[in-house]
């Protein structure tokens, strides 16, 4: 009788369903929200991805690296408060600890696409993958949009990240 695995199968599928609504991204070990990247002037080569990253396993994970058709290069970045000033600095992991959660958020952690291949504009979606510590790669699709630069240090749009990159 096939029946009595139908709401079985039903619920699974809700599950995914509900997965699929709230865009939300499981691999085994790490959990992505609010996946977003900056909508820039077609004129800038660089923009950042934000995202929350949420860790529901019993051991600490760290992201070690990300990549992006959509850029050249993919680098993991933080920003620091030197002397006032924000600035960026390459980082060569984000760590995300055991039953927490890890924000990559304007002024602080994100990741930087580099040498975009093309302009991105808002409403375009980028697809991201990233590599954690454990080798397992998780893939997402992050939307352009529009977010605005937090924090005084920053010097329009794209200011600090241009500045950050020519620094080294
Ligand atoms: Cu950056």
Same mark, same amino acid.
């Given at each position: 009788?096939?029946?009595?695995?139908?709401p079985f199968l039903r619920t699974a599928l809700a599950g995914l369903a509900l997965a699929l609504a709230s865009q939300t991204v499981l691999a085994q070990s790490l959990a992505v929200e609010n996946a977003q990247v900056r909508a820039v002037p077609p004129v800038s080569t660089t923009t950042a991805a934000f995202?929350?990253?949420?860790?529901? =396993?019993?051991?600490?994970?760290?992201?070690?690296?990300?990549?992006?058709?959509?850029?050249?290069?993919?680098?993991?970045?933080?920003?620091?408060?030197?002397d006032g000033v924000m600035q960026m600095r390459r980082v060569d992991e984000i760590g995300v600890s055991a039953g927490a959660s890890t924000e990559l958020a304007p002024g602080g952690l994100h990741l930087m696409l580099i040498d975009l291949v093309a302009p991105l504009h808002e409403g375009d979606e980028v697809e991201i993958t990233l590599v954690l510590d454990s080798g397992e790669s998780l893939e997402l699709t992050a939307p352009v949009r529009r977010i605005e630069?937090? =924090?005084?240090?920053?010097?329009?749009?794209? =200011?600090?990240? =241009?500045?950050?990159h020519h620094g080294h």
């Open positions: 009788m096939l029946y009595p695995a139908l995202m929350v990253l949420t860790n529901p =396993g019993d051991g600490d994970l760290a992201v070690v690296e990300a990549h992006s058709p959509a850029a050249g290069t993919t680098e993991l970045h933080n920003h620091v408060d030197v630069v937090m =924090g005084g240090g920053m010097h329009g749009q794209d =200011g600090g990240h =241009g500045g950050g």
